[in-house]
């Protein structure tokens, strides 16, 4: 094993799953939700792809964007059936969690019963090609993830900057109180934001779908990994996470190359554990007091 | 004004004096009757809301009593813990002596557990197998989820580990039973080891990491230690899980005998965990915690409560107890599988634990009967029943506050909330104070002058119409029927203040009406530019004006 391959192997891992790790991130921070259904999402986006691929077509364009937008439906459906009834009710972040995670067991229970066991794979998006830089073969879908996943990020960040919806998030995440007084409306906004980072999530189950397969459960370890990379980086931060997903990428690949294979999740534990015991709220930790409730 | 047909009585009124020559007033004018002032009396007082025979109040049943009884009471030995607690008390009418139950649910608790206890001999031919196995898996995990919500609702650590300790212990335990042929009570307390040391582990983070961190560090965890265990060859990775350990369950019993060792093997573990959380959450740690609840931290700790220590304290000790738990599970199944790793395991547990309520025994226990039943019994239903969980799980969440246990206290608050909404619709505001105001007011005879005047006003409010109008335009002087005559009081009893009176400039000017301002020294204000030729007009004008703020009020 050379350490070109598994650095490269753990910067598309991190890419991915940072996609995860923002939209955890961007929820939490905006709405007060801790969103662990972006495993169902993700597996439920999957699905869209494959159904699509089957049934309309397998040209690239259209797979993808049907994975995006199926995320996007799964993320309005979460907050309409979870956002909407409970953000003005008392033990709302508890609630909000189990109700997500009530979501998630319902979800892939029902994506087990109609889809079956058997685990699908998506056509290869970005065709069959490579690049050769320093003597490193590029093979055409890590270059597409990478560059995928860098450009939906930039683009999110582009909307949440300059438009007026972005404006409109960018104040929940400061004070949702305040921002409620001011005429911003808490509803419409929390399906902007579920929509936006549902489709991260999405973008992010057809992404590692080139890598792995489709199944009801497939979600889970993505949306683990997201949530670490989320919880290192400081909730609410989009730098922190992207910080924290290149430190975990590095970590992962070193440790392969050293350790060996299974000793991945523990070093990496143990680099996230030390981290939040030096920064409690993560490596930008910005969000101190702000989102209490 | 009032039309004709505004069930008012007419009739033709005349001067009682007119007989005596012309004394000012109207000889006839048509007019009305004039109703009983005590129908408006009644209006206002009568109690306007449709009440019920059932549900009006709260019963509870009184135990006859006797005076000398009341300190004879059961205690636990050798304690002075009383068994039940018990208030005499006097019946307001009869004065016998009662005896009111106030906490019920020590009753409840020996009635659950004995049912549990004797449920085995009632259980159908057909199904015993299936309902004394699910009765085993019910009492292990109703334990472990008596001992997590010890940590989430008292101790208010919110992780999601626990399943892990008790998988950790599980494991080495197994692991140590079958290489080294530890005998089967040997793994409980070797369990208690390692969940001691597994539980310092991951109480470090604790310390420094509140709330949600935590929760979704501790989901992680859980996840490690599935990948751990799932990859390491001597846990057994290619066989699914370890088997082999001792148990307490012999081999060469009759199944039936072996089945039912398990039950109540279950059930035992079960009542010890009901023991520790009674011995914590009851007693000095529970206590202390219960004054430091999340958000008002900083209140206990200026108040010299260590909340800190307490937390991880219980936590130590819950842990131990899922150690204890761990090596019970193993010695229970001759081994352990790697689904007591598995994300599904924790979201169950969580399951449980949400639709009965956080931080309460009873919470745990019956949310772990349900997801149980649901999960083992209706075997058949396949994928559906997993489904069914996750429905009600969302149902309790969605619309209950606390899970089952908290609907009781839910719509106590949701009821008297709807009692304050009926009292304001039904509520007038006259002038007359309303009870929340009125013990403001330190004077009481005010209180009731004003419920007598917006009476009052009630009244004579119904008196203005059209004819009474009419007649006092034609005759402002002398004598009046009854009606205006009413009206014409209450306007002269008006105080200084504001009251109108008519103004001359100079003799032959015009008239105008006036108010006066109250003060002496203060000159009397114009209250409108119309100008009055004759005093007569002038007169009918000023009760015109009257009969609009009356009106009005």
């Known amino acids: 094993m050379n350490i070109e391959f598994i650095l490269i192997n753990a910067i598309i891992v991190a890419c991915i799953y940072g996609l995860v790790a923002v939209a955890v991130s961007i929820t939490w921070s905006s709405l007060g939700l801790i969103n662990l259904s972006y495993g169902f999402i993700f597996s439920f986006a999957g699905y869209g792809a494959y159904v699509t691929s089957k049934m309309i077509s397998d040209h690239p364009v259209w797979v993808t964007s049907a994975g995006i937008l199926t995320g996007a439906v799964g993320g309005i459906l979460i907050c309409a059936a979870v956002f909407i009834p409970l953000h003005d009710k008392p033990n709302f972040t508890i609630r909000g969690m189990t109700a997500t995670l009530a979501i998630s067991l319902v979800g892939s229970q029902v994506l087990l019963w109609w889809f079956g066991p058997r685990a699908k794979s998506l056509p290869e998006v970005f065709g069959f090609w490579k690049i050769s830089i320093f003597d490193i073969v590029l093979t055409s879908d890590k270059i597409g993830i990478v560059v995928c996943s860098i450009v939906m990020l930039a683009v999110v960040l582009l909307w949440m900057k300059s438009s007026r919806r972005g404006l409109e998030i960018r104040a929940m995440m400061m004070n949702p109180h305040a921002a409620s007084i001011v005429g911003i409306g808490i509803r419409s906004t929390g399906f902007y934001v579920m929509a936006v980072t549902g489709a991260m999530a999405g973008l992010s189950a057809v992404l590692l779908s080139q890598t792995y397969y489709i199944s009801p459960f497939s979600g889970l370890v993505p949306l683990i990994k997201g949530v670490s990379i989320a919880l290192c980086g400081g909730l609410g931060s989009v730098q922190g996470a992207v910080i924290a997903a290149i430190i975990l990428g590095i970590t992962e690949a070193l440790t392969a190359n050293v350790l060996g294979g299974q000793y991945v999740l523990i070093t990496q534990f143990l680099v996230i554990i030390t981290i939040l015991i030096i920064r409690p709220r993560g490596i930008a930790g910005i969000l101190d007091k702000a989102r209490e409730q | ?553």
């Open chain 2, 1 to 553: 004004m009032s039309g004709q047909d505004d069930g008012k009585e007419r009739y033709i009124w005349r001067n009682p004096l007119s007989v005596w020559l012309d004394q000012g007033g109207n000889d006839e004018v048509p007019t009305i009757r004039v109703p009983d002032p005590k129908t408006v009396w009644e209006k206002n007082t009568a109690y306007k809301v449709t009440t019920h025979k059932v549900g009006r109040f709260k019963y509870y049943h009184k135990w006859a009593n006797h005076g000398e009884r009341l300190w004879n009471r059961l205690r636990w030995w050798p304690t002075r813990r009383s068994v039940l607690l018990i208030r005499g008390l006097y019946n307001r009418k009869t004065l016998k002596a009662e005896k009111l139950i106030v906490d019920k649910r020590p009753i409840y608790w020996a009635l659950a557990l004995l049912f549990l206890a004797l449920a085995p001999l009632g259980f159908p031919e057909s199904l015993q197998n299936t309902l004394l196995t699910a009765g085993a898996i019910f009492g292990i995990f109703a334990a472990i989820n008596v001992c997590w919500t010890l940590i989430i609702g008292t101790a208010s650590i919110f992780s999601l580990a626990s399943y892990a300790v008790v998988g950790v212990a599980a494991f080495l335990t197994s692991w140590l039973s079958i290489n080294y042929g530890l005998p089967w009570w040997l793994l409980p307390p070797i369990g208690m080891v390692i969940g001691l040391v597994f539980g310092s582990i991951i109480a470090a983070p604790a310390m420094r990491l509140d709330g949600f961190y935590y929760a979704l560090l501790t989901l992680g965890l859980n996840e490690l230690c599935r990948v751990y265990f799932i990859t390491s060859k001597e846990f057994g990775s290619a066989s699914g899980g370890l088997y082999g350990a001792d148990s307490y369950i012999s081999d060469q019993w009759a199944p039936y005998t072996q089945s039912l060792a398990a039950y109540y093997g279950g059930f035992m573990l079960l009542v010890a965990a009901l023991f520790l959380f009674r011995f914590i959450n009851g007693k000095r740690l529970g206590r202390i915690l219960r004054m430091a609840p999340e958000k008002r931290e900083a209140f206990a700790e200026a108040t010299g409560v260590d909340y800190r220590r307490a937390r991880i304290t219980i936590f130590l000790l819950t842990s131990v107890a899922l150690g204890f738990i761990g090596g019970f599970y193993a010695a229970h199944y001759r081994g352990v599988t790697f689904s007591i790793f598995g994300f599904d395991t924790v979201l169950l547990g969580l399951a449980m634990l949400t639709i009965g309520g956080i931080g309460r025994a009873e919470g745990a226990v019956l949310g772990t009967l349900i997801v149980v039943m649901l999960d083992k019994v209706l075997v058949t239903l396949g994928p559906f029943r997993h489904i069914l969980i996750g429905l009600i799980m969302l149902f309790v969440v969605l619309f209950l506050n606390n899970g089952l246990y908290g609907m009781k206290k839910q719509f106590r608050a949701w009821r008297d909330k709807k009692k304050g909404e009926w009292r304001s619709t039904r509520t007038e505001k006259g002038g007359e104070a309303l009870p929340e105001e009125a013990t403001e007011i330190d004077d009481k005879d005010e209180l009731y002058h004003r419920r007598f005047d917006k009476m009052q006003r009630d009244y004579l409010k119904g008196l203005v119409c059209d004819e009474v109008i009419e007649e006092h335009r034609r005759k402002p002087l002398g004598q009046h029927s009854e009606a205006l005559e009413r009206l014409l009081l209450h306007f002269r009893r008006a105080p200084q203040v504001d009251k109108y009176a008519i103004h001359r400039e100079g003799f032959g000017g015009p008239h105008k009406i006036v108010a006066f301002s109250g003060n002496r020294g203060t000159s009397p204000r114009l209250v409108e530019d119309r100008e009055y030729a004759t005093i007569e007009e002038a007169y009918h004008g000023v009760f015109m004006r009257r009969v609009n703020d009356l009106m009005e009020s």
